[in-house]
């Protein structure tokens, strides 16, 4: 029996580990990391944490609190030691560390291990890895994540054997978590809930000796507070993360019809384990006077109303519920068989719902970076022409990119860090389609970025764009586009500072083109640019296409569309058949 009970705990144990693999084996696409490694460089690079906005052009020098720059700090040294695949070994670290300790804490609630308990694991710790998945993961509350876990493991180490060390284990990890980020609030909160348990259990008891017997338990709760107070009690860092909260509480929750969909599995699993442990702690009701059970039910709310903290409920709550849960599962007194067919089968279907998770989130299995929405040409293209300036994108994150890869050559117009540093009325203003012109004409935007630029709503910019005399495109690809606030073109693009225009800079620059694209030629009828003059123009325009954007699929259709076409004039078949050589 205990061989089995072994051979079931490892399989349980594999199971879990290939669904947290599956789950954190996406490429790393464009989000909030990108600036935060950023503010890691600049520290390194200074000396220094910024307490200024050094990456922007349209806030340069205003306050900003960085209250996540040691998160910001390891990511810059993973990504520079291993690239993209760094980022998403720290992943594997991060989330496989908290899954870890969680497995520690179950084992540490239960006492023993049985068919039921096992059946249980598989049952619910998946659905964490689900629950995770609700925020990309290459950002720095995935370190809340693996702190949430230990400080749950450590507090109920230092209540059950009281001992200086862990005591001073406890202290050093709220002193770095104050530092990666936020979330370090409720881990103070959940710390001081479960070394109170036992003190305030048996004063409710009537038992006098309640301070003696626990009195290393509640210093340490103590100190835990004023420690993090001590290191986090500025005004501005107060301000800055209440903005935070404010801007995301439940706008960021969707409409039922859209939230019960295959688009939100994360959150549609929060709320499954929100009914799941609602439904067992009504069951098990004595449960409720510990203050941790309690503190895990505050959470659960905190989540419905802001969904960032439902991965942390998820983290906390996952040993209670698999505990309460295991009797039901042993009742079933499933036979051997039985019981690995059902670890399997929930398996498998774990996998699937991870499967449509990554294809409704546009999350690429594989290793590297994902070049949607990481316009990696334009960086190679703006090096290669040493091309600098003010930089703006169609896309918020891409910015993070652009600033990551560019700066301190090119500033950026915006990125993640809203509102904290960027108000939310000027992030309207930048998501506003029709505030494109306005922007342009009132701050110094050299360059355009255009990711995705093939999809129906880059065009509508580029069409805005193209409307201007002022910007002209520079280059093209299905990756990305580069328009530049052309020289000589007025005074629209002098910069506040009043030196000019940072366009005149830049007499290496490849000469501009009008974009020649599929929707105007099949609105036009491809048979226009054939004839006559239109044919001479459409010739250069392709021939500039081809070179600044020789893997252009784009391109090479409307070169295989041209050649195929019937009434070509000899001199026309040839001058087409000379070019992508």
């Known amino acids: 029996m205990q061989q089995e009970n072994k051979k079931l705990l490892s399989l349980a144990f594999a199971l879990i580990g290939m669904i947290l693999l599956t789950s954190i084996r996406y490429r790393v696409y464009c989000d909030d990391h990108w600036w935060h490694m950023l503010t890691g460089r600049f520290i390194l690079e200074n000396g220094a944490i910024p307490t200024i906005d050094p990456f922007s052009f349209t806030h340069a020098g205003s306050p900003w609190v960085n209250w996540e720059w040691l998160a910001g700090l390891v990511m810059y040294a993973v990504y520079s030691l291993l690239g993209p695949s760094g980022l998403q070994l720290l992943r594997l670290v991060l989330v496989g560390g908290t899954l870890i300790l969680i497995w520690k804490n179950i084992t540490r609630l239960a006492h023993s291990e049985g068919y039921g308990l096992l059946l249980s694991r598989v049952f619910v710790m998946p659905l964490v890895i689900l629950v995770l998945a609700c925020l990309n993961l290459d950002r720095p509350h995935s370190f809340g994540y693996l702190f949430t876990a230990l400080a749950v493991m450590l507090s109920y180490s230092l209540a059950k054997r009281p001992a200086v060390y862990k005591s001073l284990s406890l202290l050093a990890l709220v002193a770095v978590w104050t ?20 003190p305030l259990a048996q004063l409710f008891s009537g038992d006098k000796t309640w301070l003696k017997n626990n009195r290393l338990a509640l210093i340490s709760a103590l100190l835990q507070l004023v420690l993090a107070l001590a290191l ?13 909260f404010q801007a995301s509480r439940l706008f960021e929750w969707q409409s039922l019809p859209e939230l019960f969909s295959l688009a939100n599995i994360p959150l549609v699993a929060f709320v499954f384990m929100s009914m799941l442990w609602l439904a067992l702690a009504a069951i098990n009701r004595h449960s409720l006077k510990s203050p941790f059970v309690l503190f895990q ?3 659960m709310i905190l989540g419905f109303v802001y969904f960032r903290f439902t991965p942390y409920f998820a983290i906390m709550a996952c040993p209670q519920i698999v505990v309460w849960l295991a009797p039901h599962f042993t009742k079933l007194n499933l036979s051997r068989r039985t019981l690995y067919l059902a670890m399997l089968f929930l398996a498998v279907g774990y996998f699937l719902l ?60 915006i990125d993640g860090r809203i509102p ?6 000027f992030l309207e203003l930048y998501s506003n389609e029709k505030n494109l012109h306005k922007i342009l004409d009132k701050y110094p935007v050299d360059f355009y970025v255009m990711v995705t630029p093939t999809e129906a709503v880059s065009i509508n910019k ?3 764009l193209q409307d ?35 366009a005149d800079k830049h007499k290496s620059a490849p000469p501009s083109f009008k974009l020649i694209d599929p929707w ?3 609105k036009e009828s491809f048979i226009k640019w054939m004839q006559g003059e239109n044919f001479e123009r459409f010739a250069k325009e392709l021939e500039l296409l081809l070179r600044l954007a020789p893997e252009s699929k784009m391109a090479a259709t409307l070169l295989k569309t041209a050649r195929n076409y019937p009434k070509l004039s000899e001199e026309q078949k040839s001058r087409l058949a000379g070019m992508g050589e």
Request: hydrophobic share 40%; proline share 3%; glycine share 8%.
């Open 354 to 413: 991870v499967k449509l998770e990554f294809d409704y989130n546009y999350k690429s299995l594989g290793w590297g970076l994902k070049l949607r929405h990481n316009p990696q040409p334009v960086v190679e293209f703006m090096r290669g022409h040493e091309l600098s300036g003010n930089l703006m994108s169609n896309w918020l994150p891409t910015h993070g990119y652009l600033a990551y890869q560019l700066w301190p050559d090119s500033r950026v117009f």
């Open 179 to 198: 530092q990666m980020h936020p979330s370090w609030m409720l881990g103070v909160l959940l710390i001081i809930a479960i070394l109170c348990e036992a």
């Open 232 to 244: 986090k009690a500025s005004g501005g860092y107060s301000h800055s993360v209440n903005s935070i």
């Open 520 to 522: 105007r030629i099949s």
């Open 462 to 464: 580029a069409l805005l």
């Open 420 to 425: 904290q540093l960027f108000s939310l009325d």
């Open 297 to 299: 039910f505050a959470a």
């Open 468 to 502: 201007r005399d002022d910007f002209a495109l520079l280059y093209f690809s299905e990756n990305s586009a580069l328009w530049m606030r052309d020289r000589g073109k007025g005074n629209k693009d002098k910069d506040e500072a009043g030196t000019g225009t940072q």
